[in-house]
Structures are given as structure tokens and as C-alpha cells.
């Protein structure tokens, strides 16, 4: 399936209580490729010995890595291509590290008519475990006029 031809929602096609997920599992590629593009090369994501000194005993991801699996579900699944972030506020709850599955969740909580605007709750998930949660508000395309 290519992009053009993947589901799109509309503004008028939200409902309250709509969900969407995404799920990857975190490698040491991805960390490593984030912190190249990121600029983020803090040691406490690729260092391991630095890593073992501090409170997570490990390497873990970076929290913005993470926080990007929402991006997706939002881009790729619900509302999906043609959507435009607004704003998301983002609570880091737990660390994630090589090999975790992570889970990205949205909710649809509020549709703002006037503006097309959708508030979303978020949340990443660990073994059922929130990692990460906030809120996004994004603009949403209408449909089409005939």
C-alpha cells in the first residue's frame, strides 16, 4: 500500500472516542539514527558504560523518539496524511529501552467545528505500562465539496 493510497479521515468523519494505534519495537538503530538526526547524543542514550552509572542501570531511548511514534499514528492512521499538528504536550512517565515494544494510542477527546481542530489524548504503552502520556491538537483537513 503506498501512501496516497492509505484511509484519510476527514474532519467530518471524527467521532468522540475514536481510537488509533501504531506498535514498534525500539532497536539500538533507532536510537542511533535519532541521535543522528536529533543532534541529541546526550551518553545516556548511546554511552552503555555511562549509561550503567545512572538511575536506569541502561541505555534508553530519547523521550522525543518515543514521543514520535504518536506522530505517526497521527500522520499515517487517524486522522492520517493531510493532518497538521497544532500542539502536543508530552509527560514522560517511564524510560524505554532496547527491545521494548512500544505502543502509541490516541483517542479523539474534543472536535472543534469552527477551526477543523481535533483534541486527542496520547499515550505510549510498555507491557501495558504508560511510558508516556499528553495531549496533541491537530488541524484536520475537510472533506472535499462536490
Avoid: W
Avoid at 543532534?39 to 552509572?53: I, M, S
Avoid at 504536550?89 to 477527546?109: E, S, W
Avoid at 505500562?129 to 462536490?146: D, I, Q, S, Y
Amino acid at each position: 500500500m503506498t501512501i496516497m493510497e492509505r484511509t484519510s479521515y476527514c474532519f467530518e468523519d471524527l467521532q468522540l472516542g475514536m481510537e488509533a494505534s501504531f506498535q514498534k519495537t525500539l532497536t539500538e538503530a533507532d536510537i542511533i539514527t535519532f541521535a543522528t538526526v536529533s543532534g541529541d547524543k546526550n551518553p545516556v542514550h548511546l554511552d552503555a558504560d555511562y549509561a550503567a552509572r545512572t538511575m536506569f542501570k541502561e541505555r534508553i531511548a530519547h523521550g522525543m523518539l518515543t514521543a514520535s511514534y504518536i506522530s505517526a499514528v497521527f500522520g499515517m492512521e487517524m486522522p492520517g496524511p493531510g493532518a497538521i499538528y497544532i500542539s502536543q504536550t508530552l509527560n514522560f512517565r517511564a524510560p524505554v529501552k532496547i527491545g521494548d515494544v512500544v505502543t502509541a494510542k490516541v483517542k479523539v477527546v474534543e472536535l472543534i467545528e469552527g477551526k477543523r481542530r481535533a483534541r486527542f489524548e496520547c499515550q505510549c504503552l510498555v507491557a501495558g505500562k504508560a511510558v508516556l502520556e499528553g495531549e496533541a491538537v491537530l488541524m484536520v483537513p475537510a472533506r472535499a465539496k462536490a
